[in-house]
Protein backbone atom coordinates (compact mmCIF):
# COMPACT_ATOMS: atom_id res chain seq x y z
CA UNK A 1 0.00 0.00 0.00
CA UNK A 2 0.77 3.36 -1.11
CA UNK A 3 1.40 6.53 1.73
CA UNK A 4 -2.14 7.96 0.31
CA UNK A 5 -3.43 4.46 0.12
CA UNK A 6 -2.88 4.12 4.31
CA UNK A 7 -4.15 6.98 4.90
CA UNK A 8 -7.02 6.86 3.07
CA UNK A 9 -8.17 3.80 5.10
CA UNK A 10 -7.41 5.37 8.11
CA UNK A 11 -9.81 8.47 7.31
CA UNK A 12 -12.59 5.73 6.05
CA UNK A 13 -12.40 3.81 9.31
CA UNK A 14 -12.10 7.32 11.18
CA UNK A 15 -15.64 8.04 9.45
CA UNK A 16 -16.76 4.98 11.06
CA UNK A 17 -16.01 5.90 14.47
CA UNK A 18 -18.48 7.36 16.63
CA UNK A 19 -17.59 10.37 19.02
CA UNK A 20 -17.48 8.62 22.42
CA UNK A 21 -14.49 6.09 20.72
CA UNK A 22 -16.80 3.16 19.76
CA UNK A 23 -15.58 1.56 16.51
CA UNK A 24 -18.34 -0.30 14.71
CA UNK A 25 -18.61 -2.69 12.32
CA UNK A 26 -19.90 -0.46 9.66
CA UNK A 27 -21.82 2.75 9.88
CA UNK A 28 -24.78 1.94 11.93
CA UNK A 29 -23.89 -1.80 12.52
CA UNK A 30 -22.81 -3.55 15.61
CA UNK A 31 -19.69 -3.40 17.38
CA UNK A 32 -17.55 -6.48 19.05
CA UNK A 33 -14.91 -6.40 21.39
CA UNK A 34 -12.34 -8.39 19.61
CA UNK A 35 -12.99 -6.40 15.97
CA UNK A 36 -13.20 -2.96 17.39
CA UNK A 37 -9.73 -3.30 18.68
CA UNK A 38 -8.52 -4.66 15.60
CA UNK A 39 -9.63 -1.35 14.05
CA UNK A 40 -8.31 1.00 16.63
CA UNK A 41 -4.93 -1.30 16.10
CA UNK A 42 -5.15 0.00 12.42
CA UNK A 43 -5.49 3.33 13.82
CA UNK A 44 -2.59 3.54 15.52
CA UNK A 45 -0.11 1.92 12.94
CA UNK A 46 -1.47 4.48 10.87
CA UNK A 47 -0.90 7.33 13.60
CA UNK A 48 -4.07 7.93 14.38
CA UNK A 49 -2.95 7.89 18.53
CA UNK A 50 -5.37 9.57 20.41
CA UNK A 51 -8.32 7.99 18.36
CA UNK A 52 -6.95 4.49 18.96
CA UNK A 53 -6.67 5.49 22.98
CA UNK A 54 -10.56 6.27 22.72
CA UNK A 55 -11.34 3.15 21.25
CA UNK A 56 -9.58 1.43 24.14
CA UNK A 57 -10.58 3.37 27.11
CA UNK A 58 -15.10 3.09 25.33
CA UNK A 59 -14.11 -0.62 26.04
CA UNK A 60 -12.28 -0.67 29.12
CA UNK A 61 -15.34 1.52 30.65
CA UNK A 62 -17.43 -1.24 29.60
CA UNK A 63 -16.06 -4.07 31.82
CA UNK A 64 -18.56 -5.99 34.03
CA UNK A 65 -18.09 -7.10 37.56
CA UNK A 66 -16.67 -10.49 36.37
CA UNK A 67 -13.80 -8.92 33.87
CA UNK A 68 -15.92 -9.68 31.14
CA UNK A 69 -17.19 -7.16 28.23
CA UNK A 70 -20.50 -8.06 26.38
CA UNK A 71 -20.24 -10.31 23.53
CA UNK A 72 -22.08 -7.93 21.14
CA UNK A 73 -23.38 -3.82 21.02
CA UNK A 74 -25.39 -1.69 19.06
CA UNK A 75 -25.18 1.98 19.46
CA UNK A 76 -23.75 1.48 22.98
CA UNK A 77 -26.35 -1.01 24.67
CA UNK A 78 -25.46 -4.97 24.93
CA UNK A 79 -27.06 -7.13 22.19
CA UNK A 80 -25.51 -10.32 23.56
CA UNK A 81 -24.37 -10.57 26.77
CA UNK A 82 -22.26 -13.55 27.08
CA UNK A 83 -18.64 -13.33 28.10
CA UNK A 84 -16.68 -14.38 24.83
CA UNK A 85 -13.34 -15.29 26.71
CA UNK A 86 -11.54 -14.15 23.11
CA UNK A 87 -13.28 -10.78 23.11
CA UNK A 88 -12.21 -10.26 26.49
CA UNK A 89 -8.46 -10.56 26.36
CA UNK A 90 -7.88 -8.93 23.23
CA UNK A 91 -7.86 -5.33 24.67
CA UNK A 92 -4.36 -6.70 26.37
CA UNK A 93 -3.01 -7.33 22.34
CA UNK A 94 -4.37 -3.20 21.59
CA UNK A 95 -2.82 -1.62 24.54
CA UNK A 96 0.69 -3.08 24.38
CA UNK A 97 0.36 -2.05 20.47
CA UNK A 98 -0.71 1.42 21.77
CA UNK A 99 1.84 1.57 24.57
CA UNK A 100 4.83 0.22 21.68
CA UNK A 101 3.36 2.95 19.39
CA UNK A 102 3.61 5.91 21.60
CA UNK A 103 5.10 5.09 24.96
CA UNK A 104 2.42 6.30 26.58
CA UNK A 105 2.60 4.37 29.86
CA UNK A 106 0.09 7.01 31.58
CA UNK A 107 -2.36 4.84 29.16
CA UNK A 108 -0.74 1.13 30.25
CA UNK A 109 -1.19 1.97 34.05
CA UNK A 110 -4.56 3.60 33.99
CA UNK A 111 -6.05 0.43 31.20
CA UNK A 112 -3.56 -2.08 33.77
CA UNK A 113 -6.48 -3.02 36.49
CA UNK A 114 -8.99 -3.53 33.35
CA UNK A 115 -6.58 -5.81 31.39
CA UNK A 116 -5.80 -7.60 34.39
CA UNK A 117 -9.51 -8.04 35.22
CA UNK A 118 -10.09 -9.45 32.17
CA UNK A 119 -7.07 -12.25 32.31
CA UNK A 120 -8.72 -13.06 35.32
CA UNK A 121 -11.92 -13.79 33.53
CA UNK A 122 -10.15 -15.86 31.24
CA UNK A 123 -7.90 -17.61 33.06
CA UNK A 124 -11.60 -19.08 34.69
CA UNK A 125 -12.49 -20.76 31.52
CA UNK A 126 -9.28 -22.53 31.27
CA UNK A 127 -9.89 -26.24 31.15
CA UNK A 128 -8.02 -29.18 33.32
CA UNK A 129 -6.20 -29.55 29.56
CA UNK A 130 -4.91 -25.61 29.12
CA UNK A 131 -7.69 -25.21 26.64
CA UNK A 132 -10.00 -22.20 27.47
CA UNK A 133 -13.74 -22.71 27.51
CA UNK A 134 -15.45 -20.23 24.42
CA UNK A 135 -17.46 -17.88 26.60
CA UNK A 136 -19.57 -17.45 29.73
CA UNK A 137 -23.36 -17.59 29.61
CA UNK A 138 -25.23 -15.00 31.27
CA UNK A 139 -26.78 -17.42 33.92
CA UNK A 140 -23.02 -17.42 34.69
CA UNK A 141 -22.32 -21.48 33.58
CA UNK A 142 -19.44 -21.58 31.44
CA UNK A 143 -19.06 -23.08 28.01
CA UNK A 144 -16.43 -25.44 28.20
CA UNK A 145 -16.22 -26.07 24.13
CA UNK A 146 -12.78 -24.54 22.79
CA UNK A 147 -12.29 -22.89 19.43
CA UNK A 148 -8.73 -23.52 18.05
CA UNK A 149 -8.77 -19.69 16.42
CA UNK A 150 -10.28 -17.90 19.65
CA UNK A 151 -7.69 -20.18 21.66
CA UNK A 152 -4.97 -19.02 19.62
CA UNK A 153 -5.41 -15.23 19.80
CA UNK A 154 -5.97 -15.62 23.69
CA UNK A 155 -2.50 -17.28 23.31
CA UNK A 156 -0.94 -14.11 21.81
CA UNK A 157 -3.44 -11.54 24.45
CA UNK A 158 -1.96 -13.72 27.59
CA UNK A 159 1.89 -13.00 26.35
CA UNK A 160 0.93 -9.30 25.65
CA UNK A 161 -0.94 -8.91 29.34
CA UNK A 162 2.34 -10.33 30.56
CA UNK A 163 4.74 -8.31 28.74
CA UNK A 164 2.34 -5.20 29.71
CA UNK A 165 2.90 -6.32 33.36
CA UNK A 166 6.33 -6.99 33.44
CA UNK A 167 6.74 -3.22 31.81
CA UNK A 168 4.44 -2.03 34.76
CA UNK A 169 6.32 -3.63 37.12
CA UNK A 170 3.26 -6.25 37.70
CA UNK A 171 3.11 -9.70 38.64
CA UNK A 172 2.17 -12.11 35.59
CA UNK A 173 3.96 -15.66 36.62
CA UNK A 174 0.38 -16.97 36.65
CA UNK A 175 -0.60 -15.21 32.50
CA UNK A 176 2.90 -17.00 31.88
CA UNK A 177 2.05 -20.52 33.22
CA UNK A 178 -1.59 -20.14 31.42
CA UNK A 179 0.11 -19.38 27.84
CA UNK A 180 2.60 -22.31 28.03
CA UNK A 181 -0.55 -24.61 29.22
CA UNK A 182 -2.48 -23.32 26.38
CA UNK A 183 0.59 -23.69 23.64
CA UNK A 184 0.60 -27.68 24.79
CA UNK A 185 -3.41 -27.59 23.99
CA UNK A 186 -3.18 -25.54 20.73
CA UNK A 187 -0.43 -28.22 19.29
CA UNK A 188 -3.11 -31.26 20.19
CA UNK A 189 -5.59 -31.41 17.28
CA UNK A 190 -7.58 -33.86 19.17
CA UNK A 191 -8.79 -30.89 21.62
CA UNK A 192 -10.66 -28.89 19.16
CA UNK A 193 -13.35 -29.80 17.26
CA UNK A 194 -12.31 -30.03 13.59
CA UNK A 195 -13.37 -26.96 11.33
CA UNK A 196 -13.26 -25.66 7.82
CA UNK A 197 -12.00 -21.97 9.12
CA UNK A 198 -9.08 -20.74 7.34
CA UNK A 199 -8.66 -18.79 11.06
CA UNK A 200 -8.05 -22.09 12.81
CA UNK A 201 -5.01 -22.91 10.31
CA UNK A 202 -2.94 -19.61 10.67
CA UNK A 203 -3.90 -17.91 13.94
CA UNK A 204 -1.94 -20.81 15.93
CA UNK A 205 0.90 -19.09 14.23
CA UNK A 206 -0.38 -15.51 14.10
CA UNK A 207 -0.71 -16.25 17.93
CA UNK A 208 2.66 -17.30 18.79
CA UNK A 209 2.08 -21.18 19.72
CA UNK A 210 3.93 -22.56 17.06
CA UNK A 211 6.90 -21.11 15.93
CA UNK A 212 10.07 -21.03 13.90
CA UNK A 213 10.49 -24.02 11.20
CA UNK A 214 7.85 -25.38 12.72
CA UNK A 215 5.65 -22.35 11.58
CA UNK A 216 6.58 -22.46 8.26
CA UNK A 217 6.01 -26.57 7.81
CA UNK A 218 2.99 -25.28 9.55
CA UNK A 219 1.71 -22.71 6.98
CA UNK A 220 3.08 -24.91 4.25
CA UNK A 221 0.67 -28.04 5.26
CA UNK A 222 -2.97 -26.49 3.98
CA UNK A 223 -1.75 -23.83 1.86
CA UNK A 224 -3.11 -24.61 -1.11
CA UNK A 225 -6.70 -25.52 0.65
CA UNK A 226 -7.12 -21.60 1.59
CA UNK A 227 -5.04 -19.68 -0.67
CA UNK A 228 -6.24 -18.98 -4.33
CA UNK A 229 -4.09 -17.48 -6.24
CA UNK A 230 -4.76 -14.03 -7.43
CA UNK A 231 -7.82 -14.15 -5.24
CA UNK A 232 -6.53 -14.24 -1.49
CA UNK A 233 -7.49 -16.71 1.41
CA UNK A 234 -10.39 -18.67 1.65
CA UNK A 235 -12.22 -17.97 4.75
CA UNK A 236 -13.07 -21.99 4.68
CA UNK A 237 -11.73 -24.40 2.67
CA UNK A 238 -14.86 -26.08 0.94
CA UNK A 239 -16.31 -22.64 0.09
CA UNK A 240 -15.72 -20.70 -3.20
CA UNK A 241 -15.02 -17.53 -1.07
CA UNK A 242 -12.11 -15.36 -0.11
CA UNK A 243 -12.10 -12.60 2.40
CA UNK A 244 -9.87 -9.29 3.18
CA UNK A 245 -9.60 -9.87 6.76
CA UNK A 246 -8.37 -13.68 6.31
CA UNK A 247 -6.26 -12.53 3.67
CA UNK A 248 -4.72 -9.61 5.47
CA UNK A 249 -4.20 -11.55 8.77
CA UNK A 250 -2.15 -14.00 6.63
CA UNK A 251 -0.38 -11.30 5.03
CA UNK A 252 0.69 -10.12 8.64
CA UNK A 253 1.28 -13.20 9.51
CA UNK A 254 3.70 -13.57 6.78
CA UNK A 255 5.40 -10.11 7.20
CA UNK A 256 6.35 -11.25 10.97
CA UNK A 257 8.00 -13.97 9.80
CA UNK A 258 9.75 -12.23 6.93
CA UNK A 259 8.18 -13.57 3.71
CA UNK A 260 7.80 -10.18 2.21
CA UNK A 261 6.84 -11.21 -1.18
CA UNK A 262 4.26 -13.65 -0.29
CA UNK A 263 2.71 -10.94 2.23
CA UNK A 264 2.84 -8.27 -0.56
CA UNK A 265 1.08 -10.67 -3.19
CA UNK A 266 -1.61 -11.46 -0.84
CA UNK A 267 -1.77 -7.42 -0.01
CA UNK A 268 -2.36 -7.12 -3.93
CA UNK A 269 -5.19 -9.72 -4.32
CA UNK A 270 -7.32 -7.10 -1.64
CA UNK A 271 -7.23 -4.51 -4.72
CA UNK A 272 -10.64 -6.27 -6.07
CA UNK A 273 -12.22 -5.07 -2.58
CA UNK A 274 -10.58 -1.61 -2.04
CA UNK A 275 -13.18 1.37 -2.73
CA UNK A 276 -12.19 4.43 -3.82
CA UNK A 277 -12.69 6.15 -0.17
CA UNK A 278 -10.21 3.10 1.23
CA UNK A 279 -13.17 1.27 2.62
CA UNK A 280 -13.11 -2.91 1.63
CA UNK A 281 -15.80 -4.96 0.85
CA UNK A 282 -15.67 -8.31 3.21
CA UNK A 283 -15.10 -10.34 0.68
CA UNK A 284 -15.42 -11.87 -3.23
CA UNK A 285 -17.62 -15.12 -3.97
CA UNK A 286 -15.50 -16.05 -7.45
CA UNK A 287 -17.37 -19.04 -8.30
CA UNK A 288 -20.50 -16.44 -8.81
CA UNK A 289 -17.93 -13.82 -9.67
CA UNK A 290 -19.19 -11.04 -6.93
CA UNK A 291 -18.52 -9.21 -3.50
CA UNK A 292 -20.29 -10.80 -1.32
CA UNK A 293 -22.08 -9.89 1.76
CA UNK A 294 -23.13 -6.53 0.76
CA UNK A 295 -20.74 -4.89 3.78
CA UNK A 296 -17.41 -2.83 4.12
CA UNK A 297 -16.16 -3.64 7.43
CA UNK A 298 -13.74 -1.67 10.10
CA UNK A 299 -11.99 -4.83 11.21
CA UNK A 300 -11.07 -5.87 7.36
CA UNK A 301 -9.37 -2.28 6.93
CA UNK A 302 -7.50 -2.29 10.38
CA UNK A 303 -6.46 -6.06 9.63
CA UNK A 304 -5.03 -4.47 5.85
CA UNK A 305 -3.55 -1.54 7.98
CA UNK A 306 -1.65 -3.83 10.35
CA UNK A 307 -0.22 -6.11 7.43
CA UNK A 308 0.77 -2.27 5.73
CA UNK A 309 2.33 -1.48 8.56
CA UNK A 310 4.03 -4.70 8.62
CA UNK A 311 5.40 -4.84 5.84
CA UNK A 312 7.01 -1.20 5.81
CA UNK A 313 8.75 -2.24 8.33
CA UNK A 314 6.94 -0.54 11.53
CA UNK A 315 8.64 -1.96 14.31
CA UNK A 316 5.69 -1.38 16.59
CA UNK A 317 3.36 -3.55 15.32
CA UNK A 318 6.14 -5.91 14.04
CA UNK A 319 7.01 -6.16 17.64
CA UNK A 320 3.03 -6.64 18.84
CA UNK A 321 2.73 -9.87 16.97
CA UNK A 322 6.46 -11.38 17.56
CA UNK A 323 7.46 -13.26 20.44
CA UNK A 324 9.53 -10.99 22.84
CA UNK A 325 12.14 -11.93 25.86
CA UNK A 326 10.73 -10.20 28.75
CA UNK A 327 13.52 -8.65 29.48
CA UNK A 328 14.11 -6.62 26.11
CA UNK A 329 10.36 -5.08 26.12
CA UNK A 330 11.28 -2.04 28.01
CA UNK A 331 14.24 -1.75 25.14
CA UNK A 332 11.42 -1.62 22.43
CA UNK A 333 8.27 -0.65 24.36
CA UNK A 334 8.03 2.86 22.86
CA UNK A 335 9.34 2.10 19.32
Aim: proline letters at 5%; aromatic letters at 8%.
Amino acid sequence: MTPAEVSATARWILAIQRADGAIPWDDGGKLDPWNHVEAAMGLDSAGHHAEAAAALRWLAERQRPDGSFATAYQDGLVTDPHGDSNFTAYLAVGLRHHLRHTGNLALAKELWPVVRAAMSFVLDLQRPDGAIGWHRRPDGSACDLALRAGCASIHHALHSAALLGQRLGEPTADLRAAADRLREALLDATLFLPKPHSMDWYYPVLGGAVTGASARAWLITDWHRFVVPGLGVRCVHDQPWTTGGETAELALTLAVRGESALARALLRDLDRLRCPDGGYWTGYQFANRVLWPDERTTWTAGAVLLAAAALAGDRATLGTFTPVPADKEALCASS
